[in-house]
Every structure is written in structure tokens, then in C-alpha cells.
């Protein structure tokens, strides 16, 4: 015989008989609703207020009688209820999400001196060979003022630590 159990919930002192059946649906359904609110702040005031409102539909139900509430009275009360969804989406985190587009940096994967070639050929789509030879012979037709820009973006531009990282701040993967 399926013997009732008694269910006990936030904010009300009776416990309620039920199933075995009702109790597996109820323990499902707050179980859900504290899987989605996991990101929240307010989840554990969420979920006691959901087993409040569960409490006083319970509390209508038996008050006519001692009859344990049943699998299916319990599925009518959530039903009832909802499926709980968080109040606001999780922000998404600033390297993933939407795509951030190409943008100056220095990349410290393969650096020779400071990462700013690296970062010039990844921004452009360059083999940083070429890059690096570029700016090797414009530094030696300029007799060396081409260092001074160098040395500028060396200590402005933001570090990335590889290349892959740069491209998937760049595409928002």
C-alpha cells in the first residue's frame, strides 16, 4: 500500500500528507526551479516564496478533508505555478558574446620584443615575418624615428596573451 507521506513547507507550520508520487513531483519541481535560479542573487527568497505559494494551495486542498493530495492534484497546483526562468539573463561575459571586431593590441605568444608586430600581423592578417621585416628596413630608411612610435604603442596598447585569444575576442566566440 502507498503509504502518504508529510510534506513540510516555508512559511507554513503543517505538514501536508501527500503521495509518494505528489512528493517526487513537488521535490522535481523545486529542484528545476533552483537549477534556473542558480545564477540569481535572490534565489533561496525565490524558492521560499514559490513553496509558500505550493503551501497555501496545499493548505485549500486538505483543509476538506485527511486525504494525502495526489501525483495528479500536485502536477494541477505546478501547473498552476509555472515553470520558474530566471528574472534577467546572465550578462554575458565581456570575451564572449557579440564580437568585438579587430582592434590594436600586442601579443605576448611569440613576442621578439614587446609583441607589437605580432599584434600589427594579427590585426591586419599578416605573416608577421613580413610585418616584422617592414618594420625593420623602415626603421633603418628613417634612421631610427620609426622606434619612437614603436616604443609608444609598446607601452599603450593592451596585451593579449595569443593569437587565439585575440581572435576570439575579435569573432565573440
Known amino acids: ?14 505538514a501536508y500528507p501527500a503521495t509518494a508520487e505528489a512528493r517526487d513531483a ?11 535560479l542558480s545564477g540569481d ?4 527568497e525565490i524558492v521560499r516564496d514559490l513553496e509558500s505559494a505550493i503551501g497555501d494551495r496545499l493548505g485549500a486542498l486538505t483543509d476538506s478533508g485527511d486525504e494525502p493530495v495526489t501525483g495528479a492534484q500536485m502536477a494541477t497546483i505546478l501547473a498552476e505555478l509555472g515553470p520558474v526562468s530566471p528574472a534577467r539573463p546572465a550578462p554575458p561575459s565581456p570575451v ?5 571586431g579587430r582592434f590594436w593590441c600586442r601579443i605576448d605568444e611569440g613576442k621578439w620584443f ?16 613580413w610585418v616584422r621585416t617592414v ?4 626603421t633603418l630608411l628613417t634612421g631610427g624615428a620609426l622606434a619612437v612610435p ?3 604603442l609598446l607601452l599603450l596598447l593592451p596585451v593579449v596573451p595569443t593569437v587565439a585569444d585575440y581572435e576570439r575576442q575579435r569573432d565573440g566566440r
Open 1 to 14: 500500500m502507498n503509504e502518504p507521506t508529510a510534506i513540510r513547507l516555508t512559511g507554513h507550520v503543517a
Open 26 to 36: 513537488l521535490r522535481q519541481y523545486l529542484d528545476e526551479a533552483r537549477r534556473a
Open 41 to 44: 542573487p535572490d534565489a533561496d
Open 96 to 100: 564572449e558574446g557579440r564580437p568585438r
Open 114 to 129: 614587446g609583441g607589437v608586430c605580432l599584434g600589427i600581423a594579427a590585426y591586419g592578417g599578416f605573416r608577421v615575418d
Open 135 to 138: 618594420v625593420l628596413l623602415l
Open 150 to 152: 614603436y616604443l609608444v
